[in-house]
């Protein structure tokens, strides 16, 4: 049977169908019960993307991080599993349901709540697979049979025991607080909900009387509308310019009530005119001073933002409209003494962008510091490790200054909180008292258990984020005690980007840090804090951004769309292209023409294939190649002795050196170094010589048997490698490519379930072999170079001289066939004497080299060639001298880059007085008239 690849590679053709079998074979899911006590383990929860969205490129990029480390463990033979799911996303999923309704004419209040809720779970069966579908599109090699959403109904029990626990251990309770309130999405949302952009507004100065008529006092505000609400003014009480006034009287203009002047320290006195109003309902420090001095909360303004029944004759106004009345009645009546231009943060609703409302209002909140404190714990103690390590300060500030968490969410769609009240007013579970306690239990109650009276279900739902905080471990079956939680948890790894660090990743931990210490290890002895943690490292990916760096954003108009991107040029190009740029802590630049040159990646895989296939259909004609053989010599240790020729050395060496490097470098989330690592194999060393050396052993015939099924063995066996090598970064191709070489015979389902190149540190051996090959390429590169420079013509053949050592005159002559395919060369002789002298000589450490061809010397272009070199040999030991006198780089980078580095280095320190002195020798023999025939 021949093996066959179309002649042209083209994506769309093969990376549907992988797609499809990955999913249909179930080649990622996991059994948890075959998993062996003790084997390695590698777990990663997918941030849930809402429900209601389609992939981005941030998205992609995560995946394309998440997906590379997945296929990297699972090939290093651990058990790996990647949670896939979605989330609710409650106010995002809600607006787009009512915007649906919108369209048809209805309000959600038209429909009731059970049948709104009912539609939201109808447009989710219709439409909100998608972003699934697209998942599955890019090759996401998750456990699809673990797929979660988290309304679902064993996540909607999680969650209950969650709440109930946390209210019977005090720590959630219901209380009039100011929150964030958005009057477009009607509900509170938490503070990391808001944006802040800044404006330019005014800041107001308003004159308000002395009751008793003995003068007045200046305030200073941004907000005018909200003195509606006014109940006192404040004054620091070290500002000696307000200290007799503090005890009395003003009275609020417009409103025409008195209210308190009172000291308190979070009076600003640097601050406008020093003297603030005091609103407790709209504002959170004016709310702080309330509850200090006893004042009571007044709100004038309803869910809408509209002045209400306490603005007096400003009721029914919107806020923007009130202010406006507001500022002409004030100036109207000698109040307004002046505004300013003042630059405003305005806090707006990161979902609708409308300008948020701090408002009193009745909401269910979690005390935090008791989980904040265990959680802290949990990083300073070592338990779980952030990269880049930078956001470990960022989280630990963060966590040391954060506030209780506001839970409750004014909307119909999500985890309804567990809450019931008593309809008997005169309950203590009523509703109607502030200071009443609401029935929470883990079942629907049918009565009230004081009264027997009939009860009634809190109507707001929980903060999204409170469910998917809880995901590590309810997506492994808390708070049953599971196998699945036994040996996945804690997870191995998060990686997220840092928007989310706070709403999700601390969260995360929090709540991981306080629930799970009460399950109990497999064993069933207690559970270690070290073991309670969700995940044991974070690793924060940068963003995506354009070309020019800017924030891809919709109204810019530089978004790209993941999908169309990958339509266009296959995903495996994009998904390179996002490796290769992928540095921890570097936003990436994302430019289509990068994607263009891994697309001519591809291309040169799939071609390179194709000889190989070639051959391989060749050598089988001639009886030099038995499929059966391929597994015996793709698998085990492959030591090539040293009569082995060189380039088979070299390019064992390289693979083990690189196979080696790229693991060194997906440990530490360099995806952008493991790329390039595996491109220049590849492309540099694979394509460019290996290949084209194996063309001089392709002969299948006679005499020239043996050699050739040597060489093509040894091609096979590197391309395999090279497949598996390859294969996290581009599983599609590489799939192809290889159940292609296998033929129906394949040792797994999957290159995905093959194993990963471990790689090796080279021994004297393999480093002489590299040194070897280094001196071949150089002097191939050197005559080519010079052909170039002489505009000999490609198929014209030409003769060089070298002078050097014994042992190197030894290694060129064992090779030159590879330097007479590599240059055209037809002739290589050897000078007993130095030519560095001579005009175009090649000089390096290891030899000295010219062209023999008659062709009288350009001087001038000569002179321009030699100094453009000398000026790139000097720059180059400039940088490698920089790099080694670096510590911190000779501390990071791998030992053979190291190695590799010291020995250019001591090349370059010959090779650049050389090529000065040939430099002055040419100013020399043009001076004297003199000019040679040698290239």
Aim: glycine share 6%.
């Amino acid at each position: 049977m021949s093996h066959e690849l179309s002649k042209t590679y083209d994506p769309s053709a093969i990376e549907p169908r992988w797609a499809e079998y990955w999913e249909k074979e179930k080649l990622f899911h996991v059994e948890t019960l075959d998993t062996k006590t003790g084997q390695p383990v590698f777990t990663i929860l997918l941030p849930p993307p809402n429900v209601t969205g389609n992939l981005h490129m941030g998205h992609m990029f995560e995946h394309t991080e998440s997906d590379i480390l997945v296929r990297w463990h699972r090939m290093r033979g651990e058990t790996t599993l990647w949670i896939p799911g979605t989330d609710h996303a409650g106010i995002a999923t809600q607006m787009l349901v009512e915007r649906q309704l919108a369209s048809e004419g209805i309000k959600r209040t038209d429909l009731g709540r059970e049948k709104f809720v009912e539609r939201v779970w109808e447009w989710r069966r219709l439409y909100g697979g998608n972003i699934l579908k697209q998942m599955k599109r890019l090759g996401d090699s998750v456990d699809w049979s673990r797929e979660y959403f988290t309304m679902d109904e064993n996540l909607n029990r999680a969650v209950r025991e969650v709440f109930v626990r946390l209210w019977e251990q005090g720590l959630i309770y219901r209380g009039e607080y100011i929150v964030n309130w958005c009057p477009r999405c009607l509900t509170a949302i938490s503070d990391l909900e808001v944006v802040h952009e800044e404006q330019q507004g005014k800041l107001y100065e308003v004159r308000y009387p002395l009751a008793d008529g003995s003068g007045s006092i200046h305030i200073a505000t941004t907000r005018p509308e909200t003195m509606l609400g006014d109940l006192a003014v404040a004054v620091n009480p070290n500002d000696e310019r307000y200290r007799d006034l503090i005890g009395k009287n003003v009275r609020l203009p417009l409103m025409n009530r008195e209210i308190p002047i009172l000291a308190d320290e979070l009076a600003n006195p640097e601050f406008g005119t020093g003297a603030v109003k005091v609103t407790p309902a709209h504002d959170p420090n004016d709310f702080v001073i309330g509850k200090r001095h006893n004042l009571p909360m007044l709100k004038i303004m309803d869910e809408h933002a509209r002045i209400n029944q306490n603005g007096g004759a400003y009721a029914g106004l919107d806020r923007y409209e009130a202010r406006t009345r507001v500022l002409t009645d004030l100036e109207a009546q000698g109040f307004l003494v002046n505004a300013k231009d003042h630059v405003l943060s305005i806090g707006k609703c990161q979902r609708c962008r409308t300008v948020v409302e701090p408002s009193l209002s009745m909401q269910w909140f979690l005390k935090i510091q008791p989980l904040a404190d265990k959680a802290i714990a949990a990083v300073t103690n070592g338990h779980i490790r952030f990269t880049p390590e930078n956001y470990r300060t960022i989280y630990l500030n963060w966590m040391n200054n954060i506030y209780d968490w506001c839970i409750s969410r004014q909307l119909w769609w999500g985890h309804r909180i567990p809450a019931w009240y008593c309809t008997n007013s005169g309950c203590a579970h009523s509703k109607d008292d502030i200071n009443s306690q609401p029935i929470v239990g883990r079942e629907d109650p049918f009565k009230c258990p004081d009264c027997g009276f009939s009860v009634v279900q809190e109507t707001d739902v929980l903060d999204t984020w409170f469910s998917s905080a809880l995901l590590p471990f309810t997506s492994l079956g808390w708070p049953e005690h599971t196998r699945d939680l036994d040996v996945f948890y804690p997870t191995s790894l998060m990686v997220t980007g840092f928007d989310i660090l706070f709403f999700w990743v601390a969260r995360m931990i929090m709540m991981g840090c306080h629930f799970m210490p009460d399950m109990p290890v497999a064993d069933g002895s207690k559970r270690a804090a070290s073991e309670s943690v969700p995940f044991r490292e974070v690793y924060i990916h940068a963003l995506v951004r354009d070309a020019d760096r800017q924030k891809m954003s919709k109204t810019k108009g530089n978004v790209v769309d993941p999908i169309d991107i990958t339509n266009k040029y296959g995903t495996d190009a994009v998904r390179f292209t996002l490796a290769s740029m992928a540095s921890p802590g570097t936003d990436i630049a994302f430019n289509e023409s990068r994607i263009e040159g891994y697309r001519n990646f591809a291309n040169k895989i799939w071609n390179a294939a194709r000889f190989m296939f070639m051959n391989i259909d060749k050598a089988t004609e001639a009886g030099a190649w038995k499929q059966e053989e391929l597994a015996s010599l793709v698998s085990g240790p492959y030591k090539l002795d040293s009569s082995a020729p060189l380039v088979d050395r070299w390019i064992e060496a390289r693979f083990q050196q690189t196979a080696y490097d790229v693991n060194a470098a997906l440990k530490d989330y360099r995806f952008d170094e493991a790329a390039n690592l595996v491109y220049q194999f590849f492309w540099g060393d694979l394509c460019a010589w290996y290949i084209e050396a194996v063309k001089l052993r392709s002969d299948f015939s006679g005499g020239a048997r043996a050699q050739g099924q040597a060489a093509l063995n040894h091609l096979v066996r590197m391309f395999e490698g090279s497949l598996r090598l390859l294969s996290p970064f581009m599983p599609f191709i590489t799939e192809e490519i290889w159940h292609a070489l296998w033929q129906q015979k394949a040792p797994a389902k999957s290159i995905a379930l093959t194993r990963f190149p471990p790689g090796a540190e080279l021994g004297k051996a393999e480093i002489a072999a590299i040194d070897q090959m280094e001196i071949i390429k150089r002097l191939i590169e050197g005559i080519r170079n010079r052909r170039a420079d002489l505009k000999v013509a490609p198929r014209e053949k030409i003769a060089v001289r070298i002078f050097t050592q014994a042992s190197t005159r030894a290694l060129i002559d064992s090779n030159r066939d590879l330097i007479g395919q590599g240059a055209g060369v037809d002739d290589i002789e050897f000078s007993p004497d130095s030519m560095a002298k001579v005009p175009g000589a090649q000089t390096t450490n290891a030899y000295e080299m010219v062209v023999v061809y008659e062709r009288k010397i350009d001087v001038a272009a000569e002179r321009d060639r030699l100094s453009k070199e000398l000026e790139r040999l000097e720059s180059e030991f400039g940088n490698a001298k920089r790099q080694l006198g670096n510590q911190g780089f000779l501390a990071k980078a791998p030992a053979a880059v190291v190695e590799g580095l010291r020995r250019r280095h001591a090349e370059l320190e010959q090779l650049v007085p050389k090529t000065r002195v040939a430099l002055q020798e040419l100013e020399k023999n043009s001076k004297t008239g003199s000019n040679g025939s040698h290239g």
